[in-house]
């Protein structure tokens, strides 16, 4: 999952970030409206959290516009004012949720996975394929009964599939949605990532889950696809 952040109080930035990052979601941070559009025009993304008091353009102008031009992302506001009309205002400019500061990150995670349940979303708090299970609550992972452990980035990686499973994700798709605008990518990372689940959770004697489609990308089925491996 990659999320934008948009809050330009440093240190509440720095606070959400890594709170996202704890969740295995990959965060981008920017300060201000304008960047905030911006952003959304280049980059897809799964979550947007973001204040009302923004330089250059207040969040609620951010929000109106972005689903002016057609921007469908779930959007949880932040916001000091708790002000009913505030409120109201912050759902007509197309907010999802509404969240006044102070605020217990706890609460904020479970308002952002509340979010990514939602359609087009539409999933459960379990994913799962086969045999294979996930839990987006507790962050565990079952495949044939059997507790499998990742890395963040890799239980990152494997919620993404699951998310997107039967579709052919390219290698520039992954890379969007696990690694954050911060990361230097390096040659292979994708594959090598991939790798590393597939031992995981691909268990000898089990059929395997994740397809490499030459040229294409990868594709989490419980059906080998003709061209795949």
Request: some cysteine; hydrophobic content about 45%.
């Amino acid at each position: 999952m990659r999320l934008l952040i948009v809050e330009d109080e440093p240190d509440l930035a720095d606070l959400l970030a890594r709170a996202v990052r704890e969740a295995a979601w990959a965060p981008d941070v920017v300060g201000t409206g304008p960047a905030a559009l911006e952003a959304l025009a280049t980059s897809e993304y799964d979550l947007v959290v973001l204040d009302v008091g923004l330089p250059g353009l207040d969040g609620f102008e951010v929000c109106r516009r972005y689903r002016a031009r057609g921007g469908s992302t779930p959007v949880l506001m932040l916001t000091a004012r708790d002000a009913l009309r505030d409120r109201v205002t912050g759902l007509d400019a197309g907010a999802d949720d509404y969240l006044p500061k102070p605020f217990a990150v706890e609460e904020l995670m479970a308002r952002l996975r509340a979010l990514a349940r939602r359609p087009p979303s539409a999933l459960p708090v379990s994913l799962g394929v086969a045999d294979l299970q996930l839990d987006t609550a507790s962050h565990t992972v079952q495949r044939a009964g059997r507790t499998i452990r990742l890395t963040s980035r890799e239980y990152g990686l494997l919620e993404y599939l699951l998310r997107n499973q039967g579709r052919i994700l390219s290698r520039s798709q992954i890379l969007a949605h696990v690694w954050d605008d911060n990361f230097e990518p390096v040659a292979n990372v994708v594959d090598v990532l991939v790798g590393r689940v597939r031992r995981k959770i691909d268990l000898p004697g089990l059929p395997p889950l994740i397809h490499t489609l030459r040229g294409a990308g990868y594709q989490l089925s419980d059906r080998k696809p003709p061209d795949g491996a």
